[in-house]
């Protein structure tokens, strides 16, 4: 995946509202990195790095709260064992009635919990009580 295409990963996941995690290695436009130690609000310039493997598992466990269903995974469906051909898939399993995810694939994990994440049911926002 080339910086342009993670960027644009990275930008798409801020605009479906994925926010930033503890664990997630940021960018900056400059191409400075830095690892997230804290759940925060990051400024202009900034994107997650989705192609880190930290960044994606806390992109999942935000994928698996906006779907309800703690049992959702992406996994590799390979189309031919011999050439290493195939796409990676939206997986779950249901228990206890969780939405269903529609079939999202993608050529990377990244792009596959990104869609996942535009595709969740938007959660209301909860007021704190007074």
């Given at each position: 995946m080339t910086e342009v295409d993670a960027?644009?990963?990275?930008?798409?996941?801020?605009?479906?509202?994925?926010?930033?995690?503890?664990?997630?290695?940021?960018?900056?436009?400059?191409g400075y990195r830095h690892r997230l130690l804290s759940s925060t609000h990051m400024y202009k310039g900034w994107w997650p790095d989705l192609r880190d493997a930290a960044t994606r598992g806390a992109a999942l466990e935000v994928v698996r709260q906006r779907w309800g269903n703690p049992l959702v995974w992406v996994e590799w469906e390979a189309s031919t064992v011999?050439?290493?051909?195939?796409?990676?898939?939206?997986?779950?399993?249901?228990?206890?009635?969780?939405?269903?995810?529609?079939?999202?694939?993608?050529?990377?994990?990244?792009?596959?919990?990104?869609?996942?994440?535009?595709?969740?049911?938007?959660?209301?926002?909860?007021?704190?009580?007074?």
């Open positions: 960027e644009a990963l990275g930008r798409r996941w801020l605009t479906a509202s994925g926010g930033w995690h503890a664990g997630m290695e940021v960018v900056h436009a400059s011999m050439w290493g051909e195939g796409t990676y898939q939206l997986s779950w399993a249901c228990m206890n009635g969780e939405p269903i995810p529609p079939d999202i694939t993608g050529d990377s994990e990244a792009a596959v919990l990104v869609a996942a994440l535009e595709a969740a049911p938007q959660i209301p926002v909860q007021s704190e009580a007074p």
